[in-house]
C-alpha cells in the first residue's frame, strides 16, 4: 500500500509508471513546494501516457498561472471544466481568471451559470453576479492573444495549494446541489467513482457543512484511491 502523503514513495511510484493515476498527486506537492519546474515534468510526462487525466491538467494549467503564462492556464482550465463539469476548483479558478483577462460578460457569466447549476446559493457565484450587473455587464472584450499582467497572486481567492482532487478518471456525473450528500459520497465511494466522490465532498465543503466530517471522508477516499492502484 503506497502512502499518497510520502512524496518519496510517490516518486517511486512515478519512476516505475508515469502514466500512474497518482502522477497530479506528486506534481501538486512540487507546486506547493514553490518546485515549478519538476510540477511542469511530472504533469507533461503523465498526459503524454494519460492524456484523459483532469487533475493532472488541472495541476499543470496552476503551475502555467504560477508561470504567468495565462493563456495556457486558460486553456487548460477550459479543458478541465468542459472534460469533468462538477471539477468545481477549475472551474472557479478559470472565473476568476476570465475576470482578470477582461473575457467579454457572456463567457464569463456562461462559467458561473454552470457553477450556480451545481450550486444555485453559492454565494462567491452570487457576488461575481452582483459585480456584474453594477458594471453593467462589465469586463471589456479583450482579445485572447493581448498580454496581462497578472499572477496568481493577483486573483482573488485563489489558493496556491489546494489539494490535488483524485487522480482517476471516472465516469462523468450531473452533480446536483439535491444529490450533494454525505449519502451520495457513500454510493459513489461502494461504486469506486472516487473521484466523483471528492467532487461531491467540495461541493459539500462549498456549501458551509461539517468540515472535520468532509476532512475525514476525504481521507478515506483518497486512501481507496491508493489502495485501488496497487
Not at 504560477?66 to 472557479?92: G, P
Not at 460578460?105 to 454565494?123: E, G, M, S, V, W
Request: glycine letters at 4%; charged letters at 30%; hydrophobic letters at 40%.
Amino acid at each position: 500500500m503506497i502512502d499518497i502523503l510520502d512524496k518519496r514513495a510517490l516518486e517511486n511510484k512515478f519512476a516505475e509508471n508515469f502514466g500512474s493515476p497518482l502522477f497530479p498527486v506528486l506534481a501538486d506537492m512540487y507546486l506547493a513546494e514553490g518546485d515549478l519546474s519538476r510540477a511542469r515534468k511530472v504533469c507533461e510526462a503523465g498526459l503524454d501516457h494519460d492524456s484523459t487525466n483532469t487533475d493532472g491538467k488541472f495541476v499543470l494549467a496552476r503551475v502555467a498561472l504560477t508561470e504567468e503564462k495565462f493563456a495556457a492556464a486558460e486553456k487548460l482550465f477550459k479543458l478541465v471544466v468542459d472534460e469533468n463539469q462538477s471539477h468545481f476548483n477549475a472551474l472557479r479558478m478559470l472565473i476568476k481568471l476570465e475576470f482578470q483577462l477582461k473575457r467579454s460578460p457572456k463567457t464569463i457569466q456562461k462559467y458561473i451559470n454552470r457553477l450556480l447549476h451545481f450550486l444555485p446559493n453559492d454565494a462567491e457565484c452570487i457576488k461575481w453576479m452582483n459585480e456584474m450587473r453594477v458594471d453593467d455587464g462589465a469586463p471589456a472584450k479583450q482579445n485572447e492573444s493581448d498580454p496581462v499582467a497578472i499572477s496568481e497572486e493577483t486573483i482573488p481567492g485563489v489558493i496556491k495549494t489546494n489539494k490535488a482532487p483524485a487522480p482517476v478518471k471516472n465516469q462523468a456525473y450531473n452533480v446536483d446541489t439535491s444529490m450533494a450528500t454525505f449519502t451520495m459520497v457513500q454510493v459513489l465511494k461502494s461504486q469506486k467513482h472516487y473521484g466523483q466522490a471528492l467532487s461531491v465532498l467540495e461541493a459539500l465543503e462549498s456549501a458551509g457543512l461539517d468540515k472535520n466530517k468532509i476532512d475525514q471522508e476525504k481521507e478515506v477516499v483518497l486512501q481507496c484511491i491508493s489502495e485501488s492502484k496497487q
